[in-house]
């Protein structure tokens, strides 16, 4: 997908600010028993067609405003992912300014998972 160049200097910014991490990273992650939460910040039709099997669902449009709610401890190590880790660098920044000191984006995202053998449902 073509990105415009405004979006993609945002994203820039944000990814200087915020932790990423990829695919085999995350395997890792969850092989050595890591506590974490993964969280789709994709729209609500996206997950609907598909996400990650323990994933839980806080879209972009929303994830500030209900995340203190599902998840209040803001040490919480969180795995953000969307599309392709654009949407989830620019939410880690943000959940970053709220206080959130784990959050940590998923470079590749959706078609990283697709492609990883994790479950998906």
């Excluded at 695919?23 to 028993?33: D, P, W």
């Excluded at 953000?80 to 995202?109: E, K």
Aim: aromatic fraction near 6%; charge should be negative.
């Amino acid at each position: 997908m073509m990105h415009n160049p405004g979006f993609l200097k945002l994203v820039n910014e944000a990814k200087s600010r915020v932790k990423e991490i990829d695919i085999a990273g995350y395997q890792k992650m969850r092989e050595a028993g890591e506590a974490h939460v993964l969280v789709d910040t994709r729209e609500d039709n996206e997950w609907s067609a598909g996400h990650a099997a323990d994933a839980i669902h806080l879209s972009k449009g929303i994830i500030e405003r209900d995340i203190e709610t599902k998840v209040p401890d803001k040490g919480t190590k969180l795995v953000l992912y969307c599309g392709g880790g654009f949407r989830s660098a620019l939410v880690a920044d943000n959940l970053r300014q709220m206080g959130y000191t784990n959050a940590i984006s998923l470079d590749g995202g959706w078609r990283a998972l697709k492609e990883s053998g994790l479950p998906l449902e």
